[in-house]
């Protein structure tokens, strides 16, 4: 699967601790390179929901969520990455 990061992902990243970083790398990879079912059953995946927006959000670590939408052609749009207590802050109650 092709992934294509946002720059909201790329700014994330900048105050993310080094053992953040890793972990979302190894997810980012795993992505990637394993088959789509492999990762739902591998991560937790929920979707949110938002009028007219198919955002789902992957938990990366017990604190960070990836959030991504299915672009074509086999690619993952990464929106961003948040902490769960932003995600719950502005999603609570959006996702199935």
């Known amino acids: 699967m092709k992934l294509l990061l946002e720059d909201r992902v790329e700014q994330a990243f900048r105050h993310l ?5 890793e972990k979302v790398e190894r997810v980012f ?9 492999n990762i739902r059953k591998r991560f ?13 959000v992957l938990r990366a670590t ?14 993952l749009i990464i929106e961003d990455i948040v902490s769960h ?7 609570s109650g959006r996702h199935k």
């Open 17 to 21: 601790q080094p053992k953040e970083v």
């Open 62 to 75: 017990p604190q960070l969520r990836i959030l991504f939408k299915y672009g074509e052609e086999q690619t």
């Open 29 to 37: 990879y795993a992505l990637q390179t394993e088959p789509f079912e």
């Open 85 to 91: 207590k932003m995600l719950e802050k502005f999603y």
């Open 44 to 56: 937790q995946i929920h979707k949110l929901l938002i009028p007219e927006e198919q955002v789902f």
